[in-house]
Structure formats: C-alpha cells, structure tokens
C-alpha cells in the first residue's frame, strides 16, 4: 500500500513514526515555509527553503531511531548555537550542489529511513497572512496571532510555486493520502497552498485521504477553531470535490492549553468521522498531541477498513 502524509513539524512525525511502528514506509511531503530557529536562521543566510522540519521527518522514518539522534542534536555554544546537526548536514549537501530531494535522499540513505521525504516544493517560500486587517509576515507570525477565528487570508509568497516533481509523482501513486496532525495554519495549509499539489490531492480518483485532526485547539493560532470549523478550513485548500475520512480524539481530558477540538463534523466532503484514544496523556510525561502506539492502532484500524474500498 502506497501511503503519502502532508504536513509539518511534531504531528507529522508522530504520524511516520506509527506507520513505520505498523511496518509501512510512507513517502512525507512536508512544508518549506518554516522561518523560526536554526531553519530561519539558515533561511537568512542562504535563501533556501525550510530544512528543519524536512529533518524532523527524516529522523521520524528512521527503521532504529538511535541511528538517526543525531539529526536532533542541537549545538550550545557560539556561533552554532541553537542550529540542529541534522539542517546543516543538509546545508552542506545543498552546498556541494546536490539538489533538496537528493540531499534528503543522502541523508535518508545515512539513517536507514523506510520511505522517503519529499519537501512540497523546491522554491523559497515563506507564508503570509491577512488577519482582521493585519499583515502577518512568516510562519512565526502566523502561529503566534492574538485574533480569534479564521483568517481573511491565508498565503505563500511567491504566490503558486510549482510543486517538487517527486511529491507530485508519490501522490500519482498514492492509496491513501494522510492530511495532519500538526498546526493546522503553518504547517498543512502550506503544504496545500503550492496548487499542483492541492490540485493533485483534489482531483486524484480512487485513493482515501485521511484528516488526522489535531487533539486540541493550538492557542495563538486556531483558538475558537474546533474540528468542524477546522475540517471547513482544510477542505477550502483542496479543488474539486474529493471526499476525505476523519480521525479525531476521543478519550480522557488532555494536558495542556488548548481547548479539546471535539468529534462533531458537519460538511458534506466528510465521508465519515473516526473518534479514537489516540493521545498522550499527561503523567505519561511525553508532550502533548498524539501517542505513537495509540495512533497506530487507529490508523491499522482505517487501512484495514480501508483496503477493500480502494481502486
């Protein structure tokens, strides 16, 4: 079974991590659009699409996570400090004139991942937003507004950057098409904002696509969103009427500040909700968000129900 996951930062690495767990090996297609920490840093010297979260899910997919700690170690004193090993491993790659995918296929190859990691395009994007009449410039911006609600708009400049030919050819391939977790704004939305690859998802026939919903609200930037209202959000970046399958929290109060997304979904692209004990809970002492073991126990779920349906 082919399966392609679209996303970003701490959710979708959960999200590799349980399907590697279930023995499978998923291509990631992940944002380019971060401008926070050693990846905006970078960004600013060298004018180059987001590495770090490209190196999350390197590190993810790895088949023996001790093989791949390295990627997270991040340097404490002087000029390195606060860089992670893992972005200027791939720095040095794109220095030495390999393109991003054969960087991250370099890399990939040095830690053993199953599957592979595609960045969603190859052009230096960066992630704009128009919030109650304000201006808002870059990713960290946007995931620290202080408005509540939607967005009057949300974008990518430049505007329609052309999709990486590998990510396009994975979601060709696809069986089924994961959409999250993650923040739902800097992480999936630009993911769909490049239009060959929302254009790809929309219109791709016979394949099931999964919104792994998030557990909570993420305060600054969808509070007063919850999973019906963030479902209409997603379902807004993709063309044409392509249905797509839920799966959401349902299970004992979380840690943290946001606010539980619920399991209620009223859209008519939404085929059908999954409310599953797929979290991490508070004495566990692991963050907040998804359980690996608890989500991949779900997603074995919906590939076994899922299977049959495909075509």
């Known amino acids: 079974m082919n399966i392609v996951c679209l996303g970003g930062g701490h959710g979708l690495a959960r999200t590799l991590e349980a399907f590697v767990t279930l023995g499978h090996a998923p291509t990631a297609i992940v944002t380019v659009a971060d ?12 004018d180059i699409p987001a590495i770090g979260d490209l190196r999350h899910a390197t590190q993810a997919l790895a088949e023996y996570s001790e093989d791949a700690a390295w990627l997270a170690h991040r340097f404490t004193l002087g000029d390195l400090a606060g860089h ?37 395009t190859n052009v230096s994007v960066h992630l704009r937003a128009m919030d109650h009449g304000q201006l808002l410039m870059g990713q960290v911006a946007v995931q620290n507004r202080d408005q509540i609600g939607r ?9 329609s950057p052309r999709g990486c030919p590998e990510a396009l050819d994975a979601i060709a391939q696809a069986d089924v098409i994961t959409l999250g977790p993650g923040s739902l704004l800097t992480s999936l939305a630009p993911v769909l904002l490049v239009p060959d690859i929302a254009h790809s998802v929309g219109h791709r026939e016979g394949i099931r696509c999964l919104h792994i919903a998030n557990t909570t609200t993420q305060p600054g930037e969808t509070d007063g969103l ?61 963050g907040t968000g998804h359980d690996r073991q608890r989500l991949a126990v779900a997603l074995k779920e919906y590939l076994e129900t899922t299977e049959g349906a495909l075509g």
Request: a neutral charge; charged letters at 25%; proline letters at 7%.
């Open 35 to 46: 401008n926070g920490g050693s990846t905006g840093r970078l960004r600013v010297d060298r």
């Open 226 to 286: 919850l999973l019906n209202e963030q479902c209409a959000i997603l379902l807004d970046l993709i063309p044409g009427d392509q249905p797509i399958d839920v799966l959401c929290h349902r299970g004992p109060d979380l840690a943290g500040p946001g606010v539980p997304l619920g399991t209620t979904v009223s859209h008519p692209r939404v085929r059908r909700v999954l409310a599953r004990d797929v979290a991490v809970r508070k004495h566990e002492g692991v």
């Open 151 to 159: 967005l009057e708009r949300l974008w990518l400049e430049p505007e």
């Open 84 to 120: 992670a090993l893992g972005n200027l491993a791939i720095l040095a790659q794109l220095e030495e004139g390999a393109t991003l995918v054969q960087a991250l296929r370099r890399i990939g190859e040095m830690v053993h991942i199953r599957g592979q990691v595609l960045p969603c």
